[in-house]
DNA sequence: GAGAATGGAAAGTAGCACTATCCACTATCT
DNA sequence: AGATAGTGGATAGTGCTACTTTCCATTCTC
């Protein structure tokens, strides 16, 4: 099929195709003259998978751009490419906090205020220690065996730093809770792709899964609790 | 404390404070001069919440204002509130999939792209619809008794379509055991907010419990996931 | 009373995700 | 063979967001 076919097929604009293109996110059609060029189901696959990232998913254009590349590349262990998918989640929402003043500009800075200690946020610096410790012991608790410089754990250990610096620093006893609710979850993820052999495509289920994943257990989690709620207090 | 203390405790810019301001995300100081404003703990704490919303939990800068909004309304009921947080999340990543076009913008919307059927991606009106039969069936089997408008709904229907237009619908399989765990996380949540008689600030608690929970959660998984792993498969 | 800080408004900027416009072709219909 | 629509490739432009910069007339602080 030829581009304006390929825009009909998935709703996406013919200049927006090719903008990807540009951008490497979509290989481009297969030339059969200077300007001619044919795409096949494998271009849609991915351009809707473009899609759902960036729609559904969140993702920027840029992020988008890392995880397909790390699904791509044969050579990448699985656990791998769900680190780069979640980093490319990251990127567009865990950071900063209040310290440094920049968040989403990232042009020069040059560690502007460097002082010693004190004069900023709130001794940002100490607090984030405590707080990695504190989640290296939960991790320790569970008998959980990560490396502590697998990106999840920087973002966890971000979010409940935030909890902290909002005075909201109560809520980490749910910690534990949300441990054992989450076992079950990647208990079940697990045995789903060891369940299938094949491994075509295997590394886009799991980040699919994962992605995805996670704005199904966030809906579900609001679900469940305003029937925790009503259950709790009565209609 | 005037501006610029306000500004030194937490970082962030005066222009940014200022522009807070505007914004209508943060009250103005009490003026005691006609250019002479002063600022109490009280803004240095919403700033700081509004630098979380924004930096760690993604939020834009209108969702901020609107989450804050339903904070500040004390007629608001909490389950209100939180229904404006998820969808203040949502707003930057549960939309389209491959249909319309525009997936950031919405100015107007106004159900543009209304044709009858199939002219587009592919059937996608009637999948929806196959969808959230399915979503409200998993609902009735749980026994959670929700209002199907509520925004989580739609959410966990956006995002089970998506995966199903990808190829990936055996994934669903899995919601039973994530709804499980859910359940778990969602007790311990509502429990959490019934030890606490104090309501001052509980809606905010409720929010960032909400907001910020969602990342660590995710996080958790991601974590949760590698153990998993390793488990199933051997070191 | 001099220099720094403040409030308020308005204009400017950088990044992002597209979108529009061109151009020289090619495909297809008639 | 000619008209019309579609194509690849490149460059420029658009709209939006989240700030920054620049002003200026005060006001605080030393």
New interface residues.
């Given amino acids: 099929m030829r581009i304006g076919e390929l825009s009909?097929?998935?709703?996406?604009?013919v200049p927006?195709i090719k903008f990807y293109v540009r951008e490497g996110l979509l290989p481009p059609g297969r030339l059969s003259s200077p300007n001619q060029a044919h795409y096949d189901e494998g271009h849609e696959?991915r351009?809707?998978?473009i899609?759902?990232l960036?729609?559904?998913?969140?993702l920027s254009v840029a992020a988008v751009a890392d995880v397909l590349a790390a699904i791509d590349d044969p050579s990448q262990p699985v656990?791998k490419v769900?680190g780069v998918a979640?980093t490319s989640?990251a990127g567009?929402?865990?950071?900063?906090?209040?310290?440094?003043?920049k968040?989403r500009s990232g042009a020069g800075d040059g560690s502007g205020?460097g002082s010693g200690d004190g004069?900023?946020?709130?001794g940002n610096g100490e607090r984030t220690a405590a707080v990695r410790a504190e989640v290296e012991a939960l991790?320790a608790r569970?008998?959980?065996?990560?490396s502590p410089h697998?990106?999840?754990?920087d973002?966890?250990v971000?979010?409940?730093a935030?909890?902290e610096?909002?005075?909201?620093g109560?809520?980490v006893?749910?910690?534990d809770?949300?441990?054992?609710?989450?076992?079950?979850?990647?208990?079940?993820?697990?045995?789903?792709?060891?369940e299938r052999a094949d491994r075509d495509g295997l590394v886009?289920?799991v980040v699919?899964?994962?992605l995805?994943?996670?704005?199904?257990?966030?809906?579900?989690?609001?679900?469940?609790?305003?029937?925790?709620?009503?259950r709790?207090?009565g209609d």
Same sequence: chains 1, 2.
Wanted: hydrophobic share 45%; glycine share 12%; net charge positive.
């Fill in positions: 009909r097929r998935t709703g996406v604009s927006t696959r351009l809707r998978l899609r759902t960036i729609g559904v998913g969140g656990h769900l979640s989640i567009q929402g865990t950071d900063d906090g209040g310290a440094g003043g968040a205020d004069t900023d946020g709130s991790l569970r008998g959980w065996r990560v697998y990106p999840a754990v973002s966890l971000t979010a409940v935030a909890m610096r909002l005075g909201h109560d809520l006893r749910l910690l809770a949300y441990a054992d609710a989450v076992e079950i979850i990647a208990r079940a993820d697990v045995e789903y792709v060891a886009e289920t699919v899964g994962t995805l994943g996670d704005k199904i257990i966030a809906a579900l989690r609001r679900i469940a609790q305003v029937d925790a709620s009503a709790r207090f």
